[in-house]
């Protein structure tokens, strides 16, 4: 693996990670935004990471090997 693709494969995980974290400070905005409780926005934003846990290791069958 080249330094570039390892560079940017870094920096994009980085980014992604830190806008991951960044949800968990908008939950109140998003409950007030939204008219939902607290326990509303937790359990979308639940149900949005146990997605993402359930479908990687499907993409991870299916994609192409070469």
């Known amino acids: ?4 693709t ?3 494969c870094s920096a994009v ?3 992604h990670d830190g ?4 949800t968990y400070v ?3 905005l998003l409950a007030n935004a939204f008219g939902l409780s607290l326990a509303q926005v937790g359990i979308i ?7 993402a846990f359930l479908t ?3 993409v991870a069958v299916l994609r192409p090997r070469g």
């Open 19 to 22: 806008l991951s974290d960044v």
């Open 1 to 4: 693996m080249s330094k570039r």
């Open 56 to 58: 990687l290791p499907l």
């Open 13 to 15: 995980h980085s980014l």
């Open 26 to 28: 908008l939950l109140p």
């Open 45 to 51: 934003r639940g149900a949005s990471t146990r997605s």
């Open 6 to 8: 390892l560079t940017t």
